[in-house]
């Protein structure tokens, strides 16, 4: 049993303001696995001006000091990863394989990527006799989810050191382990005092809090588009910066070619990763109405071999990650069935001989037209839609048609012509054949948020500009 009680302010573990706790379950058992404290608006108030007294000497370190901290960090992550692994697979029921995979893994990999821009990232330019710099836009509130904690995280704690910002982070207090145990990576690394809090709690306790404080300069949130108008709307009198990443309903184009087949199997199996809990799911996929029935033969067949709850098998999923998430998905199966859409594999109800743990059957509905709930809703289960169209013009209108953004697909033999469609998706950040790259500007268009993260990219919220007129003058 873990227990959290402790917030990390100015370089130190201290107790919380007022003595308030909450118990953390684990979706894969239904079993409270530990506890950790909540905090209050007097925690945020002592970690804001922790982060406000160190901003002063660490944004004026120099790009070979922060790099050296860096690494520090990168190897004592390193050297913490099954310790970091263990608490994904406890806090959101992750099959092993996941926890010390993906969900650890980026997490290496945004650091080494963030290392790399940080060496060539240029933080002043002339223009005529004009000086312009980037500079630290000062403390920052980072709030995060609980679907890719360690992603999370890492996206913006990493240029938020790098530009030479402070800051207070909240992370999710669904799956808060794996955020302690990072707080510990960056205490062993050395990270001077203040420079990075740590606050948990909850968003009304926490999250509100750090969103209107009057000293935080930027607020970074990662969730829903309700939670994110929120916090935009509490950090408004105070007019900071708000960068948001926000929800989606990824629309997947399945081009008519030779890759159909592939291109379906794909679609698929990439829908159901993290048990479809990735705000960037091809949660959308759209196939040429002449081979719906093909593709629901496919999928079928695809959704069909996806083990569930088995921690044996490397490709196995595991639950969603609570009660209330299982709820919200289950509610939404039934109204796709309501509304209906044909069920293609899985359905309502959690998969055979799982009768323990939010655990849902990774469900393809077909037939679904545009207008349904379950086309237009985020569902965040291993929940695929599949639409049709008869021409790409159809296919580009319908997956424009979504108040959502943050990604698009295009599957195709031909990536001339994937090109040519993806230039048309509305959204910020579109993947030809399900290809990754971390160098890749991350965010969304329209109700899916606004700011990028990764790489380079991602510094850029980090920082104000500044224009120092005549300052190469004679």
């Known amino acids: 049993m873990r227990e959290y009680v402790k917030f990390y302010i ?5 107790d919380p303001a007022e003595p308030k706790t909450l118990d953390v379950e684990n979706p894969a058992t239904e079993q409270v696995c530990g506890k950790i404290a909540l905090g209050s608006a007097a925690d945020v108030d002592r970690a804001v001006a922790a982060a406000r007294r160190a901003f002063g000497g660490w944004s004026q370190t120099s790009r070979a000091e922060r790099l050296d901290l860096m ?4 190897a004592e992550y390193q050297r913490r990863s099954g310790d970091l692994a263990d608490a994904v697979h406890e806090e959101m029921g992750a099959p092993p394989a996941l926890a010390a995979g993906a969900q650890v893994q980026l997490g290496i990999g945004h650091m080494v990527t963030a290392i790399d821009a940080l060496k060539n990232f240029s933080f002043e330019e002339q223009r005529g006799q004009t000086l312009v710099t980037r500079e630290p836009i000062g403390v920052c509130g980072l709030i995060t989810p609980w679907n890719w904690p360690l992603n999370q995280i890492a996206v913006k704690v990493y240029p938020a050191l790098a530009t030479g910002c402070t800051m207070v982070l909240k992370p999710s207090e669904v799956a808060p382990f794996s955020a302690y145990i990072f707080t ?15 606050v948990n709690g909850d968003g009304p306790g926490v999250g509100v809090a750090l969103a209107q404080h009057p000293d935080i300069d930027m607020v970074s949130f990662t969730g829903s588009t309700r939670a994110g108008v929120s916090v935009a709307e509490h950090a408004a009198p105070t007019v ?8 989606g309903k990824s629309p997947n184009i399945v081009l008519d070619d030779d890759a159909f087949v592939d291109s379906v ?6 829908m159901m990763v993290n048990s479809g809990q990735s705000c960037n799911a091809p949660s959308r996929m759209l196939v040429p109405n002449s081979r719906m029935e093909e593709a629901i033969a496919i999928a079928n067949a695809v959704a069909g071999q996806v083990k569930v709850g088995d921690p044996e098998d490397a490709r196995a999923i595991g639950p969603v990650a609570s009660k209330m998430q299982f709820e919200k998905v289950q509610g939404l199966i039934e109204k796709g069935i309501a509304e209906g859409a044909t069920v293609a594999a899985g359905g309502p109800g959690r998969p055979a001989g799982l009768d323990t743990g939010y655990y849902v059957k990774p469900t393809v509905f077909a037939h679904v037209n545009n207008q349904m709930t379950i086309a237009r809703e985020e569902i965040f289960g291993p929940v695929l839609c599949i639409l049709g169209y008869d021409d790409v013009d159809e296919a580009v209108e319908i997956a424009n048609d979504t108040d959502y953004g943050l990604a698009g697909y295009v599957s195709a033999a031909d990536v001339e012509a994937a090109r040519a469609v993806a230039r048309r998706i509305r959204a910020g950040w579109v993947t030809i054949n399900h290809a990754f790259d971390m160098n890749a500007p991350f965010g969304g268009y329209k109700r899916s948020g606004n700011g ?3 790489s380079d990219a991602g510094f850029q919220e980090y920082l104000e500009t500044k224009s120092t007129l005549g300052a190469a003058a004679g």
């Open 10 to 14: 100015d370089g130190q573990w201290v």
């Open 452 to 454: 990028r993260e990764w």
């Open 240 to 247: 900071k910066r708000v960068t948001q990443e926000l929800g």
């Open 71 to 74: 690494q520090a960090i990168l």
């Open 184 to 198: 510990e990576i960056m205490a062993a690394a050395g990270v001077p005092a203040g420079v990075y809090n740590m």
């Open 265 to 270: 199997t794909a679609g698929v199996a990439n």
